[in-house]
């Protein structure tokens, strides 16, 4: 029975440094843009498109029922957007299925909760918005030249994107912490160094 | 510099339980009751006085502000109330600074935010509705014969009270992620057996 870390997290908070070390540390695998890929190879869309659609940035074109289907953006069916959830489902639980693992967003958490033969922890991490400005501060590409107040924008928009794909696929709303096993904050933590003590309750 | 871990818990989530074999755990004191117990020798008033009003039970009778004195209960006093406040953070700051410890409740997380010479590690423990029933019923003491819908409601009711004391000496909202450092999600969870685990991160 193969351990799988499911990881949420706010944007800026660094859950995926924590996932990439967490994984590390336990020798598991660690998955993140590669559920997009593996996606795109299972759907013929574009890496872009998929990616559009998965953090949220385009599905609030689509209505969820078929009933509403006037509302739809010419740009976008709605059918690749249920193909792409479905490929997301189907990759996901093959991951699962394949060896102890760590996957990042994704809805990894709502996708594997039923799952058989899966040990299945669901974590989220969070952090105050001051830390998740830093972070991305520090993180930021060259020319990137963001005021505070246009981060912070960035930030929360990101975020917003990601809770209406997740709620809007699993019904259950992002973050809320009755949805996962455990939530950390990582406001003022130096993940490399509490990511090794926090691996010691899965050895 | 005392290690101290603050634990707060929705009614039946074994909070209680997680606090004190953590404590046994680490070696460290544990504070529940004595809380309680220490403020009673600290302002002459009776044990069952104070519990009533730290529970929350009593509190929702005073208004906060003196302004609106005109709505005092004749058999609680304000000053009394805001007294066991008093006498409730001094008790908890000298526990903090007396030795290592996990403290149950008493709005310790709060109390102890900006304590210097603490190293502070906020804990929230909860779990789902059904999973509190279930062990609230298996430590029922004996005689005690709620219905499934009574013993609900007694759970609610409690977390309700708590709820409304944390927040209105607090001002933030009882449960809300973003003040604890961590939450654990205590729901099928044995604790006994993963305390342990949890316990290696402070070692």
Known sequence: MNNVIAIGREFGSGGREFGRRLAGELGYEYYDKEVLTEIVNHTSLSENYVHEV????????????IEQSFNIAPDYSMQQVQDIFRAQTDVIKKMAHSSNCVIVGRCADYILREEPDIRLFRLFVYAD???RVRRCFDRAPEGENLTDKEMRK?????????????????LQKWGD???????????????????????????
Do not use: Q, W
């Open 177 to 203: 912490k009755a949805n996962y096993d455990m939530c950390i904050n990582t406001t003022n933590v130096n993940i490399e160094r509490v990511v090794p003590y926090f691996a010691k309750m899965f050895k």
């Open 129 to 131: 918005i001051e830390s």
């Open 54 to 65: 998965i953090e949220g940035k385009a599905h609030r074109l689509f209505p969820i029922t």
């Open 154 to 170: 960035h930030i929360y928009k990101i975020d917003k994107d990601r809770a209406s794909y997740y709620e809007d696929y699993t």
